[in-house]
């Protein structure tokens, strides 16, 4: 049963899990962590990637990409483009159930819950000043640090005898913190169209009490705009060689 497939299906499922929870907890009404924020929400997705990392290698996929946007940045540096569609699918999938698993948990708190914005907004980003050309530069711009920087930590200049096992996902953990902090302030870091269009798709379709629409007049900016992001990375890096 353990495969690429599964694991990024797993480990996709546990991201979102961990980093739509934590928004949950931070922003529905009557949850114990209401109002706690954007420190607690940057810190929950930093350990939502950190495990579904590690989850997704436990469960076959040495790659843990856990993200299109990573999955074709990777392609463009190797030349490998025969993981893409089936690996794209598997964390999409995994994020539209990963969503419906924080519904479920939440499912009393919807219903407490009147702004509809704040719903939506745990399961999809939105931007602090909605201007799409400053929108999208936003995602390029945080794409390309996650996948360009995530390739230094394991360049043989950094890494000259390879991470130690294990510290790989904690090391990760730790680069999406700190984008988080420095540059989700203003669209909210989707940097992975999975993260964002599988949950988006699942508050359009789930029976969540009192739910607005799922705004897809912005939906492509975090799905385009990674991916951009993470094609320049991805073309500096062969260039550069790491």
């Known amino acids: ?139 390029i711009i945080g794409t390309f640090a996650l996948v360009f920087i995530a390739a230094t930590i394991f360049s043989k200049a950094v890494a000259k005898d390879g991470i130690a096992a294990g510290l790989g996902p904690y090391l990760v953990g730790c680069l999406v913190w700190a984008i988080g902090l420095s540059l989700g302030g203003t669209t909210g870091y989707a940097i992975n169209p999975a993260r964002d269009l599988g949950p988006r798709i699942a508050h359009a379709v789930l029976p969540i009490a009192g739910k607005g629409n799922s705004d897809w007049g912005y939906a492509t900016i975090p799905v385009v705009g990674p991916l951009i992001g993470a094609s320049l990375a991805g073309l500096l890096i062969r260039v550069l060689s790491f």
């Not at 049963?1 to 499922?13: D, I, Q, V, Y």
């Not at 598997?90 to 914005?117: C, I, N, R």
């Open 1 to 139: 049963m353990l495969s690429p497939f599964f694991g990024e299906f797993m480990g996709t499922l546990v991201l979102i899990l961990l980093g739509d929870g934590v928004v949950a907890g931070v922003l529905l009404k009557r949850s114990k962590a209401e109002n706690a924020g954007w420190m607690v929400i940057t810190t929950g997705w930093a350990f939502a990637v950190m495990a579904g990392v590690y989850v997704s290698i436990a469960c076959g996929s040495k790659d843990a990409f856990l993200n299109p946007a990573f999955t074709l940045g990777v392609a463009i540096t190797s030349h490998d483009y025969s993981k893409l569609v089936p690996l794209i699918g598997a964390q999409m999938l995994g994020a539209f159930v990963g969503a419906a698993l924080v519904w479920l948990q939440y499912l009393p708190h919807w219903k407490e819950t009147p702004d509809t914005s704040l719903k939506l907004a745990v399961f999809c980003t939105a931007p602090a000043i909605r201007n799409i050309a400053a929108n999208l530069i936003s995602e």
